[in-house]
């Protein structure tokens, strides 16, 4: 974080308050000197002179004023370029408790010696000093210690200073003053592990290295094409790249192993890590903002049999404008249900989805799309397995490696009186038990699982050896969610739909006439820009909701196998993936062959 100069913009606001209360004083100083140039009279030269002789046009106030001017000028420039000087010490590491005093402290002193003494000459000529002698050495100190193109009122800095400017007032002015870092994909890339020395240090050496711009085109890559995941497979004769893009992964353009090697040392710099360790898993982390977005990217690597593997992720961006159940693509009368039942004042609510399927989103939406104001919410999380910090959630942490689990906490939190808890992983029996009996005492739980549909979460919950019957007894409702791929916009390719197809579909033969999928390989001229050529942009969601009846709690007690809890989830009235897919694929916003892929599991 930024220091705040001493002054700060404040500045301005008190020196010019200084000046306005030392005003009258100058002003009466410039009175006196007129009037007792009227009352006296002199000889110079053997010639008698008067006030009369002076010119009549002479306004001594006004004179007194546009003495003020070249003060408050030095203000505003000592206020900016204080500004600067902070900053760059800052960056630069040229010591930020040494340079803001002495950009400082000077200038106040001088300019309290320009209120208080009557000789406006001395005191302007003080001040204007106090202001140049600091900015000057220091500037020849900062050009001494940056870059080349980071110097300051050299023949490059002028040129670029003045089409800058030019530029904000229309005119087409060109100058350069960019390093070869800055060169490449417009992407900045920030260092992270290590106190910020040691951070600093470790970009400055990541700028030196050619892989420095390879690794800004491959965050602007991933980016560009919508990937959130990216393997890098290092063998001896190159490295094989793929992308993971809206859960699918994808090869892509591999490159060089030497470019591969630099490209590797670079983000380990960045992530302070082991450059030459290429066996052991080392796990690490930069950041990047590109088009104005910030993004977090941890990384993995790990040696492996042919060679190194490294994943690269991409956090950030689109994913963190899913706040709604809007934005995840549940229909309204789904979404209305859900959130009644979030809304409730008790009952275990289970929410579910396949691993990678979206889990932590749709548990971080549903919670956001809940009133936190008027219940108190606390959430049980694992210290090294922390989730998205939410406004209104009190959060509590346990340590598994210590031996701790959520029921080590529990009884403390419970005596706090929470309306809601949130725990997302029911670890062990003795947690669970406490749970339910919060449930029995008027309280709402809430919990996940991974499952590939929502009768299957209620299993999922039960091998976690909890009660049975309390569990029956307690559990409310289960959202399982599951994500598919949308049909991009710009290059879908519609069909006929025969009336066979339609009947199998479960469609109203006449209502629907047409279908979409992606284009085939002959109907594509070239490359659909939006898509990258795969042919779906994005994914939404397909949601089974069960709430939970007699019948069902009567199967989880009794006899709870998966094809008796399918059967009598579909009773209790719960609308299957099967059938969310269809109708997404009626509206024409996925295909088929989607369909069939995601729920082939």
Known sequence: MQRIFPIGRAAVLVFLLVAFIATPSLLAQED?????????????????WTADDVDD??????????RLMPMVLLVLLWTVTGDWVNRSTQVHGLGYGKWNPLF????????????AIPNYGVGITLLTLAYFVPFIAYSITH??????????????????????????????????????????????????????????????????????LLVKDLVAEMVDRHSTRMVLDYSQNGVGVKHLVDGV?????????????VMLAVMKQLANLDIGERRKKQEGRFAAKYDGVQYLCPFTTQGVQTGERVLLELVGGEQENLLTYADLGMRAKVRDEWAELMSSDTGLLVISAMPEGGLTTLTDVSILETDRLMRDFVAIEEIDDRQRDIENVAVTTYDSKAGETPATKLPEIIRTY?????????????????????????????????????PEALLRILQKKVPHRDFAAKVTAVMCGRMVRLLCEDCKVAYD????????????????????????PEEIE??????????YRGRTGLYELLVVNDKVREVLVKQPKIDLLRKAARLAGMRTFQEEAVLLVAKGASSLQEAQRILKV
């Open 57 to 66: 046009n002479r306004d001594p106030a006004s004179l007194s004023w546009l």
């Open 104 to 115: 400082f402290f000077p200038f106040l002193l001088a300019f309290l010696v320009f209120v």
């Open 32 to 48: 006196r000197g007129a009037a007792l140039s009227e009352e006296s009279e002199g000889e110079a030269g053997g010639v008698t």
């Open 249 to 261: 992964w994808h090869a892509s353009e591999g490159c060089d192993r030497d470019s591969g090697d």
């Open 526 to 535: 070239k490359p659909c820009l939006t898509c990258s050529g795969i042919g």
């Open 497 to 520: 739909a025969s009336p066979d197809l339609l009947k199998k579909l479960g469609l109203p033969v006449g209502k629907v006439v047409q279908l979409f999928r992606t284009p085939k």
């Open 418 to 454: 929470p309306n809601v808890y949130i725990v997302r992983d029911l670890v062990d029996r003795e947690s669970a038990k406490l749970l339910f009996k919060e449930v029995e005492d008027d309280h709402l739980v809430l919990t996940n699982t991974k499952a590939v549909d929502a």
């Open 143 to 212: 050009n001494k210690k940056v870059e080349p193109h980071q110097k300051v009122f050299t023949s490059d800095w002028f040129r670029y200073a003045v089409a800058e400017g030019g530029n904000k007032f229309g005119l087409k002015l060109k100058a350069e003053r960019t390093a070869e870092y800055d060169k490449g994909a417009k992407v900045d890339i920030e260092a992270i592990g290590g106190d910020p020395t040691v951070t600093q240090a470790n970009l400055i050496t990541a700028r030196q290295s050619p892989g420095y």
